[in-house]
């Protein structure tokens, strides 16, 4: 995977890659660090070196970075760890 800047075109392109491939995650986001309790359709709209932003079930909620993100490498790293965290495998 190449490393590229965080901008709006790797932002949108992260987003629709977690929409389309990864609900769970996206649902599991959304309990866990955005404290939805039983969210059904979650979408991710934003992703920025400070935070993501969720859709779930029509309420938006951001969910920040333990630390800001240098590149896509570091996006893909962090949503990894922070699903690991939920899943108690990290």
Do not use: W
């Amino acid at each position: 995977m190449a490393s590229e800047p965080l901008d709006a075109q790797v932002s949108a392109r992260i987003c629709k890659h977690m929409n389309d491939e990864h609900h769970e995650a996206l649902i599991e986001f959304a309990r866990s660090y955005g404290g939805i309790s039983h969210p059904k359709k979650v979408k991710m709209i934003n992703l920025t070196p400070l935070a993501i932003k969720l859709d779930a079930d029509g309420e938006q909620v951001e969910i920040a970075f333990d630390h800001e993100l240098i590149n896509s490498s570091d996006a893909h790293h962090s949503l990894v760890s922070m699903l690991k965290r939920i899943k108690g495998t990290s």
